[in-house]
């Protein structure tokens, strides 16, 4: 079963396209790479796909289990299963993590307060975090790895359908980087969808990917296995030729 399908999907950025023509498939339970140099349109794909509104769709379709969400807004996209870990989660003061973290799974999972509160601290135990993080405002303070690990948190409570990881390992250290691997793994084994993007290979150290796309220049410029990694880490991205 197909659960993600982006057709020939060109965007733009104010007047300038980031996106000429990406095409990919995840089926459902697949676990996709998308790997390439700063500004190749990595993260504009990520955000596209989640629905944010600054990415406007000058042609093609983004298809989520065989419906057409190209127009949908975000809130939305969300509600049919779509999760998008954020390269850089924002702060927002006033709010604590437990507040928020309950809201999100009121909206999305229709859970109660009650309810909600449970599941969430059965998931912090589970994942071995901190459970003072969750009476701290959310990300305020967070260093780069409590950002990250809260994402994944996020992840884990709300089990997408496809989860969209826009370099969940940057500004990580090794421990954070393993935690967030064993939290992509789980939730891939209970059958998510990932589309993970990157620009290193070391998390990919702890996961196997389905297929690796290499993106240059707002293209898809080679997909193939893991195999694809390994010459990107010896060769650099100057390797990939397009196919």
């Given at each position: 079963?197909?659960?993600?399908?982006?057709?020939?999907?060109?965007?733009?950025?104010?007047?300038?396209?980031?996106?000429?023509?990406?095409?990919?498939?995840?089926?459902?339970g697949?676990?996709?790479?998308?790997?390439?140099?700063?500004?190749?349109?990595?993260?504009?794909?990520a955000?596209?796909i989640?629905?944010?509104?600054?990415?406007?769709?000058?042609?093609?379709?983004?298809l989520?289990?065989?419906?057409?969400?190209?127009?949908?807004?975000?809130?939305?996209?969300?509600?049919?299963?779509?999760?998008?870990?954020?390269?850089?989660?924002?702060?927002?003061?006033?709010?604590?993590?437990?507040?928020?973290?309950?809201?999100?799974?009121?909206?999305?999972?229709?859970?109660?307060?009650?309810?909600?509160?449970?599941?969430?601290?059965?998931?912090?135990?589970?994942?071995?975090?901190?459970?003072?993080?969750?009476?701290?405002?959310?990300?305020?303070?967070?260093?780069?790895?409590?950002?990250?690990?809260?994402?994944?948190?996020q992840?884990?409570?709300?089990?997408?359908?496809?989860?969209?990881?826009?370099?969940?390992?940057?500004?990580?250290?090794?421990?954070?980087?393993?935690?967030?691997?064993?939290?992509?793994?789980?939730?891939?084994?209970?059958?998510?969808?990932?589309?993970?993007?990157?620009?290193?290979?070391?998390?990919?150290?702890?996961?196997?990917?389905?297929?690796?796309?290499?993106?240059?220049?707002?293209?898809?410029?080679?997909?193939?296995?893991?195999?694809?990694?390994?010459?990107?880490?010896?060769?650099?991205?100057?390797?990939?030729?397009?196919?």
């Amino acid at each position: 079963m197909v659960m993600l399908k982006v057709d020939n999907l060109r965007v733009k950025v104010e007047d300038k396209e980031i996106l000429k023509g990406i095409s990919l498939t995840v089926d459902k339970g697949e676990l996709h790479v998308v790997m390439g140099p700063n500004g190749s349109g990595k993260s504009t794909l990520a955000l596209t796909i989640a629905g944010h509104h600054r990415y406007q769709v000058i042609d093609g379709r983004i298809l989520f289990e065989g419906e057409d969400i190209t127009n949908l807004p975000p809130e939305e996209r969300a509600k049919r299963g779509i999760f998008l870990s954020f390269q850089h989660p924002i702060e927002v003061e006033g709010v604590k993590v437990i507040q928020f973290l309950q809201r999100v799974l009121k909206n999305l999972k229709g859970l109660d307060e009650i309810q909600a509160y449970e599941l969430i601290f059965n998931a912090v135990q589970e994942l071995g975090l901190d459970e003072s993080m969750l009476a701290r405002f959310l990300n305020v303070g967070f260093s780069g790895g409590e950002r990250k690990k809260l994402e994944m948190l996020q992840a884990y409570l709300v089990k997408p359908k496809l989860l969209i990881l826009d370099e969940p390992d940057s500004g990580v250290d090794v421990d954070s980087l393993k935690m967030i691997a064993s939290v992509i793994n789980k939730l891939h084994e209970e059958g998510t969808s990932v589309l993970l993007i990157t620009h290193y290979g070391r998390i990919l150290e702890h996961l196997k990917p389905n297929r690796v796309h290499v993106i240059k220049e707002g293209k898809i410029v080679a997909s193939d296995g893991v195999e694809l990694v390994k010459m990107i880490e010896e060769k650099g991205f100057a390797a990939v030729e397009e196919l």
